[in-house]
């Protein structure tokens, strides 16, 4: 299995702003999954994009891939304080579990 | 509604001590894991479960045991041989396709164990 690195560690914007968040691996995928994690609560699954594609949107998410640099990036548009949170990739290679780096904590200031 | 329950939410062990964490979940999911996090970093897997009756180790799986008995519920037990079990502990359920483990997956809210 492989782990996926985030960056940057830490992200503060204001309210309104966009973030992006940064996801690194290393060998090839099947899928890429995308989680937020709210101080002290479980995982929440927010997106998963595919090998075969390239872009992806959940509302304010945007996830784009890109296989031949092995990264991908998650992008919240017109953030929020309640977007305040660690979000977290997990690349998944077949046959092999989700893995998870250390994530991205960002903080949105009202 | 369906989800995962971890229970307790706050858990202390003496020294010398096992304690048995919950994890209850009635999605129907196959797939069922038990994650240790500490403080700032990310999820490690300590041992994961595709089908009742079956059970593999994860990456720190030692001085841990799990058992699955039935299909929604997977029991965390640490035993007194993890030296170092101060963590937030997360358990989580998927229903993936025959084989592969690679479905989104439904998290709990943790448990935070502490020593005594």
């Known amino acids: 299995s492989q782990q996926g690195e985030e960056d940057p560690q830490a992200l503060s914007i204001q309210e309104g702003e966009n973030a992006t968040m940064n996801c690194s691996y290393k060998?090839?995928?099947?899928?890429l999954q995308w989680y937020r994690q709210n101080s002290g609560r479980g995982l929440v699954h927010l997106i998963l994009?595919?090998?075969?594609?390239r872009e992806k949107h959940s509302g304010r998410l945007r996830v784009t891939l890109d296989t031949s640099k092995k990264s991908s990036s998650l992008l919240i548009t017109a953030s929020r304080a309640a977007d305040t949170a660690s979000y977290f990739c997990?690349?998944?290679?077949?046959?092999?579990?989700?893995?998870f780096g250390e994530g991205t904590q960002l903080t949105v200031n009202p | 509604d369906g989800g995962i329950t971890q229970s307790p939410k706050y858990l202390f062990r003496k020294e010398g001590q096992n304690v048995t964490l919950s994890c209850e979940q009635n999605?129907?999911?196959?797939?069922m894991y038990w994650y240790r996090q500490d403080p700032g970093q990310g999820l490690r897997l300590i041992y994961y479960?595709?089908?009742?009756?079956?059970?593999q180790k994860g990456d720190i799986a030692e001085g841990y045991s799990v058992s699955r008995e039935k299909k929604e519920s997977f029991p965390l037990t640490v035993t007194s041989a993890q030296k170092n079990p101060t963590a937030f502990y997360l358990c989580?359920?998927?229903?993936?396709?025959?084989?592969?483990?690679?479905?989104?997956?439904?998290f709990g809210d943790g448990t935070r164990l502490s020593i005594l």
């Open positions: 989580a359920s998927s229903s993936p396709p025959r084989g592969l483990l690679n479905q989104p997956q439904h």
């Open positions: 060998t090839s995928i099947n899928n």
């Open positions: 994009i595919r090998s075969n594609e």
């Open positions: 997990a690349p998944e290679t077949s046959g092999s579990r989700l893995t």
């Open positions: 999605l129907n999911h196959d797939a």
């Open positions: 479960s595709q089908i009742v009756n079956d059970f």
